[in-house]
């Protein structure tokens, strides 16, 4: 069967130096430019030297990508920030062209870039739906026949009839995506959509698409949500610094994305300057996370066990040594501290120079956003050290083996214990266990 | 309406012909962007519409005031406003339909950086949505012409004819400086000033002809619109049309339409990354 969508080479260059001086070409500048050409042309012919003006700079967002997708495959584009992925789907949807390489697109192509893209502010519900849709490829007839279908997904009925700029932020994004989820195209590309919006209306949104994506339609799409990620597609391609890093089954490309992430742009290193409470006796240099592979890591599955691997330089010895690390919440709720003394255990006595340390925390911990703090306390109490949000790191819902992930699309809490659940009704006994007990196995 | 079959994208420097097809296969977009234009204009105006009527009317007045008494020839069988009246109206529809053009691509940025379309509608759709106005205006010169009883001579079949060449160079003009001010945002500033120096190098608008003009601004005829409204207004109030003048308007106004639009396909490959 011929491919959907066939990437051959493609490149796209940028020149920074002209973004990110944010100016607009003036019509002097292009003047001077073309007066003064020819000497510039006479200048190398005898200089030799050939650079072009040093404000700009060339960058290539791709590089020699090339992937196909077959009719009807769900196809998830990850990658870090600036990995190419929009450059990548703006040059699918002929917004922008390549600078070399080509696509083949069979078939009609919709896309969804953004949410409400050409909504106007002073024209009504209904009228921004018959511009919305014309303006994603639909026509009149197509917009009439579904007008219904989409102000019920939009749930806007009592408003269609104001103007646009009154409606709240979320009533804006639910018409937006109404419109484009009633697109009918053979070839959907979807940027990033479920972005936005609170979390009843993701999940409405992860429903639509799925349902779209047992329809036959390939769907590219393009999200730093994993688990959206992970539960809508069937393969995926992994973009690193505009080249292809990884191309396989979604569960590889995300395992792989994960990982790769950690290497580049986790560093972990706590500075000097960082805001430090204590003697300075000792002072904490580094910081990593790392999974059960032992690489560093700042997304974890959930249910995933968390080793807290730190380096600590001490200047003096200090023989009634406290070590703590402790998980917060970015809100800066306390989650959970281990100290090496729990328990009764005697203080650690600690030789001047780098001490490493490695700490496994059993505890498992609901999907948000936590972070690290370290410290180091003598007996008597006094602080040696303390530095607090030493690392960011997120807990996603999505877990190692899918079917453990979790389901709801709010945690209530931080740790979900290991519990035993017991159910006593007359005639029957039912019991299960529940939590890290379970989720590991 | 999008693309069926089998699109090949890749780059594709240089000139292009102007896509009529692609234009054709988007134009209810053509038709909704006209629309949301014509609605937009008027949103939360008290007199709504009639503003189209209300501009040329302040206009004629203001120039039956001013210039009634230089410009206007006594022994002129024709009564002075609705002379005026003649040249303000394509006029208005010519510098309201260029200034809006101008300004379209990079008024609309977040459809060109989001979606894909034929870019020529963008412009077109801001001329068309003038087009409407300009239909409105020219009720308002039917009653003017009933008002000074002056019936129109079977020349007014030439109307539609002259509003085409009017339209190729509005469309023209406008697409030129719909690309050169994505790139080079100093045509903002230059749209204004540029329009208020073309309407006085266009005397057919408020000069009748029988004042006569010196000899050395004859060159002001080369002109293109000057021969369009000058040969617009004796179609309407009857009289021989000026052939010579007709058809160097009428070629005139082709080339800029054919220079206007092959420029903005040249260019507007880069829109989207330079806008």
Same mark, same amino acid.
């Not at chain 1, 003598?378 to 079917?403: C, P, W, Y």
């Not at chain 2, 069926?4 to 896509?19: D, K, V």
């Given at each position: 069967?011929?491919?959907?969508?066939?990437?051959?080479?493609?490149?796209?260059?940028?020149?920074?130096?002209?973004?990110?001086?944010?100016?607009?070409?003036?019509?002097?500048?292009?003047?001077?430019?073309?007066?003064?050409?020819?000497?510039?042309?006479?200048?190398?012919?005898?200089?030799?030297?050939?650079?072009?003006?040093?404000?700009?700079?060339?960058?290539?967002?791709?590089?020699?990508?090339?992937?196909?997708?077959?009719?009807?495959?769900?196809?998830?584009?990850?990658?870090?920030?600036?990995?190419?992925?929009?450059?990548?789907?703006?040059?699918?949807?002929?917004?922008?062209?390549?600078?070399?390489?080509?696509?083949?697109?069979?078939?009609?192509?919709?896309?969804?870039?953004?949410?409400?893209?050409?909504?106007?502010?002073?024209?009504?519900?209904?009228?921004?739906?018959?511009?919305?849709?014309?303006?994603?490829?639909?026509?009149?007839?197509?917009?009439?026949?579904?007008?219904?279908?989409?102000?019920?997904?939009?749930?806007?009925?009592?408003?269609?009839?104001?103007?646009?700029?009154?409606?709240?932020?979320?009533?804006?994004?639910?018409?937006?995506?109404?419109?484009?989820?009633?697109?009918?195209?053979?070839?959907?590309?979807?940027?990033?959509?479920?972005? %936005?919006?609170?979390? &009843?209306?993701?999940?409405? +949104?992860? !429903?639509?698409? #799925? /349902? @779209?994506?047992?329809?036959?339609?390939?769907?590219?799409?393009?999200?730093?949500?994993?688990?959206?990620?992970?539960?809508?597609?069937?393969?995926? %391609?992994?973009?690193? &610094?505009?080249?292809?890093? +990884?191309? !396989?089954?979604? #569960? /590889? @490309?995300?395992?792989?994305?994960?990982?790769?992430?950690?290497?580049?742009?986790?560093?972990?290193?706590?500075?000097?300057?960082?805001?430090?409470?204590?003697?300075?006796? &000792?002072?904490?240099?580094?910081?990593?996370?790392?999974? #059960?592979?032992?690489?560093?890591?700042?997304?974890?599955?959930?249910?995933?066990?968390?080793?807290?691997?730190?380096?600590?330089?001490?200047?003096?010895?200090?023989?009634?040594?406290?070590?703590?690390?402790?998980?917060?919440?970015?809100?800066?709720?306390?989650?959970?501290?281990?100290?090496?003394?729990?328990?009764?255990?005697?203080?650690?006595?600690?030789?001047?120079?780098?001490?490493?340390?490695?700490?496994?925390?059993?505890?498992?911990?609901?999907?948000?956003?936590?972070?690290?703090?370290?410290?180091?306390?003598?007996?008597?109490?006094?602080?040696?050290?303390?530095?607090?949000?030493?690392?960011?790191?997120?807990?996603?819902?999505?877990?190692?083996?899918?079917?453990?992930?979790?389901?709801?699309?709010?945690?209530?809490?931080?740790?979900?214990?290991?519990?035993?659940?017991?159910?006593?009704?007359?005639?029957?006994?039912?019991?299960?266990?529940?939590?890290?007990?379970?989720?590991?196995? | 309406?999008?693309?069926?079959?089998?699109?090949?994208?890749?780059?594709?420097?240089?000139?292009?012909?102007?896509?009529?097809?692609?234009?054709?296969?988007?134009?209810?977009?053509?038709?909704?962007?006209?629309?949301?234009?014509?609605?937009?204009?008027?949103?939360?105006?008290?007199?709504?519409?009639?503003?189209?009527?209300?501009?040329?009317?302040?206009?004629?007045?203001?120039?039956?005031?001013?210039?009634?008494?230089?410009?206007?020839?006594?022994?002129?069988?024709?009564?002075?406003?609705?002379?005026?009246?003649?040249?303000?109206?394509?006029?208005?529809?010519?510098?309201?339909?260029?200034?809006?053009?101008?300004?379209?691509?990079?008024?609309?940025?977040?459809?060109?950086?989001?979606?894909?379309?034929?870019?020529?509608?963008?412009?077109?759709?801001?001329?068309?949505?003038?087009?409407?106005?300009?239909?409105?205006?020219?009720?308002?010169?039917?009653?003017?012409?009933?008002?000074?009883?002056?019936?129109?001579?079977?020349?007014?079949?030439?109307?539609?004819?002259?509003?085409?060449?009017?339209?190729?160079?509005?469309?023209?003009?406008?697409?030129?400086?719909?690309?050169?001010?994505?790139?080079?945002?100093?045509?903002?500033?230059?749209?204004?000033?540029?329009?208020?120096?073309?309407?006085?190098?266009?005397?057919?608008?408020?000069?009748?002809?029988?004042?006569?003009?010196?000899?050395?601004?004859?060159?002001?005829?080369?002109?293109?619109?000057?021969?369009?409204?000058?040969?617009?207004?004796?179609?309407?109030?009857?009289?021989?049309?000026?052939?010579?003048?007709?058809?160097?308007?009428?070629?005139?106004?082709?080339?800029?339409?054919?220079?206007?639009?092959?420029?903005?396909?040249?260019?507007?490959?880069?829109?989207?990354?330079?806008?």
């Amino acid at each position: 069967m011929a491919s959907a969508i066939r990437v051959e080479h493609i490149s796209k260059l940028y020149r920074i130096g002209a973004l990110q001086t944010q100016e607009y070409q003036t019509l002097r500048d292009t003047l001077a430019r073309t007066a003064l050409a020819p000497v510039r042309r006479i200048a190398q012919l005898f200089g030799g030297s050939t650079s072009a003006s040093p404000s700009t700079e060339d960058h290539w967002a791709l590089e020699d990508v090339s992937f196909e997708v077959q009719p009807g495959e769900v196809v998830g584009i990850v990658g870090r920030n600036g990995a190419g992925k929009s450059t990548l789907l703006k040059i699918l949807t002929g917004i922008t062209e390549p600078t070399s390489g080509r696509v083949h697109l069979r078939g009609r192509v919709g896309s969804l870039l953004e949410v409400g893209t050409g909504f106007h502010p002073e024209l009504t519900g209904r009228e921004n739906i018959f511009l919305n849709g014309a303006i994603l490829g639909m026509t009149r007839d197509e917009i009439r026949r579904k007008f219904d279908e989409i102000v019920a997904f939009a749930e806007i009925d009592r408003f269609l009839d104001t103007p646009v700029k009154r409606y709240s932020s979320g009533m804006h994004i639910r018409l937006g995506f109404a419109v484009a989820a009633h697109l009918n195209p053979e070839i959907l590309l979807v940027d990033e959509v479920l972005a %936005v919006g609170d979390a &009843a209306f993701q999940k409405k +949104c992860l !429903g639509k698409m #799925d /349902e @779209v994506s047992h329809t036959g339609r390939t769907i590219l799409f393009v999200s730093h949500n994993m688990a959206a990620v992970k539960s809508l597609c069937t393969r995926g %391609v992994l973009l690193d &610094a505009g080249h292809v890093a +990884c191309e !396989g089954s979604i #569960d /590889e @490309v995300v395992d792989k994305y994960l990982l790769a992430g950690s290497d580049m742009s986790v560093t972990g290193c706590i500075p000097d300057d960082a805001p430090r409470v204590g003697t300075g006796t &000792a002072r904490f240099r580094s910081v990593k996370l790392t999974g #059960d592979a032992g690489k560093a890591l700042t997304e974890l599955y959930f249910g995933q066990r968390l080793r807290v691997t730190f380096v600590c330089e001490i200047f003096n010895d200090i023989p009634d040594a406290h070590l703590e690390v402790s998980v917060s919440a970015l809100d800066g709720t306390h989650v959970v501290c281990s100290m090496s003394s729990d328990g009764g255990q005697a203080p650690l006595p600690l030789k001047a120079g780098l001490e490493t340390v490695t700490v496994d925390l059993d505890v498992e911990l609901l999907p948000r956003q936590y972070s690290i703090d370290l410290a180091v306390h003598h007996e008597d109490g006094r602080t040696i050290d303390l530095v607090q949000r030493t690392l960011d790191f997120t807990v996603m819902k999505v877990a190692q083996n899918s079917a453990n992930s979790f389901r709801w699309t709010r945690a209530r809490g931080y740790i979900t214990p290991p519990a035993e659940w017991h159910l006593h009704q007359s005639g029957r006994r039912l019991s299960h266990q529940t939590g890290q007990l379970c989720a590991r196995s | 309406m999008a693309l069926q079959g089998i699109r090949i994208l890749e780059a594709r420097p240089g000139w292009h012909f102007i896509g009529f097809k692609d234009i054709w296969r988007y134009r209810e977009l053509l038709y909704f962007l006209t629309w949301r234009d014509i609605k937009v204009r008027y949103k939360q105006t008290v007199l709504g519409a009639a503003w189209a009527i209300l501009q040329p009317i302040a206009t004629v007045l203001a120039f039956s005031l001013f210039f009634g008494r230089v410009a206007a020839n006594p022994h002129a069988a024709v009564p002075y406003p609705l002379f005026v009246l003649c040249g303000i109206l394509p006029w208005t529809f010519f510098a309201g339909a260029v200034s809006s053009a101008s300004q379209s691509v990079i008024g609309n940025q977040g459809l060109v950086t989001k979606i894909y379309f034929p870019r020529l509608i963008i412009p077109m759709g801001a001329i068309a949505a003038c087009l409407v106005d300009f239909a409105i205006a020219l009720a308002l010169l039917l009653a003017t012409m009933v008002y000074y009883s002056v019936a129109p001579a079977a020349t007014i079949l030439f109307v539609p004819v002259l509003l085409v060449a009017l339209l190729a160079l509005a469309i023209g003009v406008g697409t030129l400086l719909a690309a050169l001010t994505v790139e080079y945002r100093d045509f903002r500033y230059v749209i204004a000033f540029m329009l208020q120096i073309w309407m006085f190098a266009t005397p057919a608008i408020y000069l009748q002809a029988e004042v006569g003009l010196d000899p050395r601004w004859r060159t002001i005829l080369v002109n293109p619109l000057n021969g369009l409204i000058e040969n617009f207004r004796l179609a309407v109030l009857g009289g021989s049309l000026d052939t010579s003048t007709l058809a160097a308007s009428s070629i005139s106004s082709a080339l800029l339409f054919v220079v206007g639009c092959l420029y903005f396909r040249r260019v507007e490959r880069k829109f989207a990354d330079v806008i």
